[in-house]
């Protein structure tokens, strides 16, 4: 099959087309880049030629990257519902959008869940916890932290658990979504295990052969702080979108995966 792969410059949507050639399909690729008018249906019609199936993984932690309002909405919301109702109107009946297994009430959250809602029921819904592998940011942050001696982490950072999925198994995953002659409502693309980040940074310093680290509370203030740091000089993840995120779990108990075996645990591969 021919795959429009929406995002396919980022770290999900790279694995993605990887997964897609390996399994005998054709990843066209697509970013949203500039943000334009991707909230009409209009916009989606000349990339949708020819495909069979459509894959929107394009995402964003900032808001207002670039100079674009609003940007969280229209990554997360507005334009995939838009890319549902050019599906529609081309015929296009596999849809798999990637979404995110998050709480609170960030505008990342908040764009997500508007996300799920407008798809629901026209889309295969996918929504991850922390997902992990080469060239992940957040994996790659955790992997930063694993081998410092000192563990500076705040509380609520430390404590949140999460159930991290291998990259390589949600990319399969969402091939088998797509070529299933019927497709799941929705995969939450979890893990075979759920932890707190502490623990899980602990576990990647014992895999490198390290003894265990002295946790250092983060003062809220100086947490705070950094997090606004991070809004000003976006060099990695860590912003106050990320610390909203970090005091909810991303975690689910018994979520079925479409593969139709055991996903790798987390450990499993390089992280970075």
Do not use: N
């Not at 991290?164 to 295990?193: C, K, M, N, Y």
């Not at 932890?195 to 490198?208: I, T």
């Not at 990320?242 to 139709?260: T, Y």
Request: hydrophobic share 50%; glycine share 10%.
């Amino acid at each position: 099959m021919k795959i429009l792969v929406i995002g396919a410059g980022g770290f999900i949507g790279g694995h993605l087309c990887r997964a897609l050639a390996d399994a005998g399909h054709e990843a066209v690729r697509a970013d949203l880049r500039p943000v334009t008018d991707w909230d009409a249906p209009a916009a989606w019609r000349p990339l949708l030629a020819g495909v069979q199936g459509v894959v929107y993984a394009a995402g964003c932690l900032r808001d207002q990257a670039g100079g674009v309002a609003d940007l969280l909405d229209l990554l997360h919301h507005r334009a995939p519902a838009a890319l549902a109702d050019a599906c529609d109107a081309e015929g296009i009946t596999r849809l798999v959008h990637v979404s995110a297994l998050c709480g609170g009430v960030s505008a990342y959250a908040r764009s997500k869940h508007a996300g799920d809602v407008a798809l629901a029921g026209r889309a295969c819904i996918v929504r991850p916890s922390l997902v992990v592998g080469v060239g992940g940011a957040s994996s790659r942050m955790l992997d930063l932290l694993a081998r410092l001696p000192w563990l500076p982490l705040p509380a609520e950072v430390a404590r949140c658990r999460v159930q991290p999925i291998r990259v390589e198994d949600l990319a399969a995953g969402i091939v088998a979504a797509l070529v299933s002659p019927q497709p799941p409502a929705a995969w939450t693309a979890v893990g075979p295990e759920a932890a707190p980040v502490a623990e899980w940074v602990a576990r990647r310093r014992a895999a490198r052969g390290l003894r265990a680290a002295r946790h250092v509370e983060l003062p809220r203030a100086l947490t705070r702080a950094s997090a606004r740091l991070g809004d000003l000089i976006p060099l990695g993840p860590w912003c106050s979108t990320a610390l909203e995120l970090l005091a909810h779990d991303s975690a689910e108990a018994g979520a079925a995966s479409p593969l139709g075996r055991p996903l790798r645990g987390a450990m499993e591969g390089a992280w970075a």
